[in-house]
């Protein structure tokens, strides 16, 4: 069965919804839609603890989409390649949820399996000195962190990143994560 995005959509925003975003990216954007969403957590309940971890992960998250989306041509409405990216925040009494979802080519998604699972098995001590590897190594790619970032999620929510890979085409995958901060 081939993957289809509006089902994937309706699946995740089963929930309440407090921010949606889809499109393509802009570093222009950044800015608002961080602003946005600061301002959707002030109307949530959940203690200011709660609402600034999640304002750092979809920092992360938000920049993870900017800089590692790989452009697809969409529909055939649009003249040239969108580098598409989806964030959805939900809430629910227990955890607000943070999902993203971007295309990803194979040897992206080779690489991301392998990191989230080596992370998702660390714990929250091991999960810190790793941090600090990376940091220290300083072995940054041309987009950024060398996986930092994923790191850095999985630290301030102190929980496992959930994803999933659903095949697009013959080399690219439709790739979503998502991390619940607990309330």
Do not use: C
């Not at 889809?22 to 603890?49: F, H, P, Q, R, W």
């Not at 992360?60 to 964030?87: A, C, W």
Request: aromatic residues 10%; positive net charge; proline residues 1%.
């Amino acid at each position: 069965m081939a993957f289809n995005l509006e089902n994937w959509i309706a699946e995740k925003t089963k929930e309440q919804v407090i921010f949606t975003f889809k499109g393509e990216l802009s570093d222009s954007m950044l800015t608002d839609l961080l602003l946005i969403v600061e301002n959707k957590l002030e109307e949530v309940d959940a203690s200011k603890k709660i609402r600034k971890k999640v304002y750092n992960v979809a920092i992360e998250s938000l920049q993870n989409l900017f800089h590692h989306s790989y452009p697809v041509f969409l529909n055939g409405t649009q003249k040239k390649d969108v580098r598409y990216s989806i964030m959805i925040i939900t809430y629910s009494k227990n955890a607000i949820k943070i999902t993203t979802g971007n295309f990803v080519d194979e040897q992206k998604s080779n690489f991301l399996k392998k990191h989230i699972d080596k992370i998702n098995n660390l714990s929250k001590d091991e999960l810190k000195i790793l941090y600090k590897e990376i940091l220290d190594n300083q072995q940054f790619s041309d987009k950024g962190g060398g996986g930092l970032g994923l790191v850095d999620i999985a630290r301030k929510a102190e929980n496992k990143i959930n994803y999933n890979f659903y095949s697009d085409k013959k080399s690219l995958s439709f790739f979503d994560f998502s991390i619940e901060i607990k309330q």
